[in-house]
């Protein structure tokens, strides 16, 4: 590859250290100071308390970040931002992903921002500008906020035509950390992935071939108690560009898995399971067994729980627990479905290939190497059991309710309660088959789940998944289950 992904990446980082900036390290991406907080999900959470004023801006670590940059870990698999339900399916959303960006607080503001962005993109990076397009924010009454002509103009300065120039609305391009406090418009940039025409109306629009790659806030305002705006002290760039994406374009891929940040990992994943060789990104209705979604799940999945447990997350039932417990029990079953991995120390056997691709940046992940495996394999070893039991029950409620074309809500509690299977896994399984759920019973079965979590520890214990072969035969009785050595295959 003429852009190898480090290569993309040390351009970034280089690029904005030529332009004063200091390289700030990852944050941990399990945020363990701030409870409002699942998993950091963008570049700027580290700096909160730098926009916020709690920071002293005389001290010498608040010189140090006047300008930063850097790539952070980022987790979008539960909470505000979920983008769970994409992955394997498109091209571009992953659980875990790294955020390029670059920081200005209180020193350079919209005009350098977005010189900086361009000519990183259309010089050093060399993309086409007629394969990109540029939004600025429109402007919203309801809010008394402006449309962002500086932007706009500053965007024509550059160069860029009025047909590659959009505007947005408050839900693309206004940033707002919450009800009070810091606020302002955004600009983003988008890129085309086939070129040769206008592709204006496509964007964010979902297309998979104009794909949003880089977000610019302007941190300009703080809204006030009673929901006033007023002009910030000091105003703060923050910007995200998305690294998966940017290496896609690079290496002129449709996708992000075809680049080289996936492939070793695709290569180890059927040198493990021997299974037949990922094929590429052909969109769903192409996958017609299953096998390249789960290539693409499972690695992403695999990345994610690596990142969180280096980081302190542990499988278990609650808050970032429970999300990593999900994501790894939901890759284990489309690994052993799909793939035909044998269980019991799976994961662990593909973390050394994602630590080869991401000790270079994060290095904490060889250092945790042991323990991650660690945990991977308890998990691991606690669910495969539970996972072939839980499919045949599955299947005894799938064929009761074929004709009615719904899973009862009361089923989706029994697996999540008896077999540890989280509900999403189970709405997941019901798709396969064209089964509805009913929504309304699953919402009352999470809410029993949500009571029983509430500080009663033995209920917790209670629907802990790692039952052992004598309380399974014993709830299978109970149940009247079948035998799962009867109908598992
Ligand atoms: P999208 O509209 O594509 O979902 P977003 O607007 O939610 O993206 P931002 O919150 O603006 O994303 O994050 C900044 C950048 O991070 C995006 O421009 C994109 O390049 C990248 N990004 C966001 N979500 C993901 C994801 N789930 N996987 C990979 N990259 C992502
Ligand atoms: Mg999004
Ligand atoms: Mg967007
Ligand atoms: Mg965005």
């Not at 429970?322 to 035909?340: E, H, W």
């Not at 996972?387 to 009361?410: I, T």
Request: proline share 4%; hydrophobic share 35%.
């Amino acid at each position: 590859h003429e852009w190898p992904a480090k290569k993309v990446r040390d351009t970034f980082l280089d690029f904005f250290k030529q332009k004063g900036h200091t390289f700030i390290p990852s944050s941990s991406v399990v945020p363990h100071d701030d409870p409002s907080l699942l998993f950091v999900n963008s570049g700027m959470c580290q700096y909160k308390s730098v926009f916020e004023g709690t920071l002293d801006p005389k001290s010498s670590i608040f010189s140090q970040l006047r300008r930063s940059t850097g790539s952070q870990k980022c987790i979008r698999a539960g909470g505000k931002h979920n983008d769970l339900d994409d992955v394997g399916k498109d091209s571009y959303h992953h659980t875990f992903f790294e955020m390029l960006g670059n920081w200005s607080f209180g020193d350079y503001f919209k005009k350098e921002a977005i010189e900086y962005a361009w000519e990183l993109l259309t010089q050093i990076y060399g993309l086409d500008p007629d394969r990109l397009y540029v939004t600025y924010f429109e402007g919203d009454a309801r809010y008394a906020l402006d449309s962002d002509d500086e932007a706009k103009n500053l965007w024509r300065a550059m160069g860029v035509l009025d047909d590659h120039i959009i505007k947005g609305n408050m839900k693309d391009n206004f940033w707002e950390m919450g009800e009070t406090g810091p606020c302002g418009p955004s600009i983003e940039l988008h890129y085309d992935k086939i070129g040769g025409r206008n592709a204006a109306h496509l964007v964010n629009q979902d297309d998979p071939n104009i794909i949003e790659i880089w977000n610019v806030v302007f941190m300009q305002f703080n809204r006030e108690a009673d929901k006033t705006l007023t002009l910030l002290p000091r105003q703060n760039i923050d910007t995200g560009l998305g690294f998966e994406r940017l290496v896609s374009i690079l290496q002129n891929k449709s996708s992000n898995y075809d680049t080289d940040i996936f492939f070793p990992l695709f290569q180890r994943i059927q040198e493990v399971t021997g299974t037949r060789p990922y094929m590429g990104m052909f969109g769903s209705e192409d996958d017609v067994d299953g096998v390249d979604t789960a290539y693409r799940v499972v690695a992403d999945h695999i990345r994610t729980c690596v990142i969180a447990i280096t980081d302190g997350a542990i499988p278990n039932n609650v808050g970032q627990g429970y999300v990593i417990r999900r994501i790894l029990r939901r890759g284990l079953r489309y690994a052993k479905k799909y793939l035909q991995a044998q269980l019991g120390s799976f994961f662990s056997s593909i973390v050394p290939t994602v630590i080869m691709q991401m000790e270079d940046i994060f290095p904490e992940v060889r250092e945790k190497e042991q323990m991650v495996k660690d945990i991977l394999d308890e998990e691991e070893k606690s669910f495969a059991v539970n996972l072939v039991r839980g499919e045949a029950m599955f299947n005894k409620f799938a064929e009761q309710c074929k004709d009615s074309k719904e899973l009862p809500g009361s089923c989706v509690w029994r697996l999540y309660d008896t077999y540890g299977f989280p509900m999403d896994l189970t709405k997941l399984m019901a798709e396969e088959k064209g089964l509805r759920i009913n929504d309304e019973e699953v919402a009352r079965a999470q809410e029993m789940a949500r009571e029983a979590s509430k500080g009663d520890d033995k209920k917790i214990t209670f629907s802990l998944p790692t039952l052992d072969v004598h309380q399974i035969a014993t709830l299978e009785k109970l149940h009247d289950l079948p035998k799962t050595d009867d109908t598992a295959k």
